[in-house]
């Protein structure tokens, strides 16, 4: 079975022997925007009546290591098969690398490594790739060259003459992310590059995206743990039902909001109440409280509210929202 991945490189503008011709009612011909990777306007897909995308508006930056976050169901796959061309838009259109989505030119300059994949088995880590090199058109000596440049980076230059059939998830993981790269791409798709790995293996997808970032690569990365997003990624979009609801830097994004962390024994309702009049409370479990403040200079007026409740405050710590606190906040106030 061949993989998405293949795809990409083999016959970018080729389905079941057809050749894809945009939709009249997709936007094709816009003009480039200067230093953008990633550009799509009113973007949209229905199925069946329903939208699975309801209008993407995106701006990725060439360079950038871009998070495309959102909760099951809100359109994240379907988006990044509108991008990749795998799926045709009901409307909208956009750009990538400067080039209307669907050029088959552009194609040969993306990699991308798909959450769902199945590659050929019975070859060797080293055939793999060899053969996806020759997919993407690079010349003997060139793709010995990647193999060897790419099994490196993936640390898996001592499973080269392995067959994939031995090759446990997290090696599977890393061999994909590895065909992905292989034609050294400008800009790189990574949909959910470390669910199979251990702490080890995720560290080394970081230490390669950072990487790719030095490169002046483009990383468009989907990943549903939020901890590594945050890790590597320059902005993210958090998108919901197949629109934008946020969008940014991570510092701007993070940094409009603090949390308080309290634990103090004897927090009554009304002293929960009084809070709540002047504050969000984000979290109350037992004697452990999160308030999440605005300005830092709120932290003594929670603590007196507290003590002159008859609360006993303990410990008091502020920290910036995460993006996991970020994310959860968005999803519920946009109401998934």
Partial sequence: MRSLGTRLCQTPSIRAGVPIQP???????QAPMPNLAITTNQLRKVYGGTPAVASLDLAVPTGEIFGFLGPNGAGKSTCVKMLLGLVFPTSGGGTLLGEPLGDRRVKARIGFLPELF???????????????????????????????????????????????RTFSKGMLQRIGIAQALIHDPELVFLD??????????RRLVRDIIRRLKEEKKTVFLNSHLLSEVEAVCDRVAIIQRGEVVREGSLEELLATQRLLDV????????????????????AHEGDKLTVSLTEPADVPHVVKLLVDGGAAVHQVALRHESLEDLFVRTVDDTGA
Avoid: M, Y
């Avoid at 939709?23 to 011909?29: F, K, L, M, Y």
């Avoid at 010349?139 to 060897?148: H, W």
């Avoid at 009554?268 to 709540?276: I, M, P, Y």
């Fill in 23 to 29: 939709c009249a009612a997709v936007t094709v011909n």
């Fill in 263 to 282: 634990e103090a024994n004897g927090i009554s309702d009304s002293v929960r109440a009084r809070l709540e009049e002047k504050w969000s409370i984000a």
């Fill in 118 to 164: 199945r590659f050929h088995e019975w070859f060797t880590a080293r055939e793999f790739l060899d053969f996806h090199g020759r997919l993407c058109g690079l010349d003997k000596s060139r793709r010995a060259q990647r193999i060897g440049d790419v099994l490196a980076l993936v640390n898996l230059e001592r499973a080269a003459g392995q067959q994939l």
């Fill in 192 to 201: 959910e590059p470390t669910s199979a790995l251990d702490p080890i293996g």
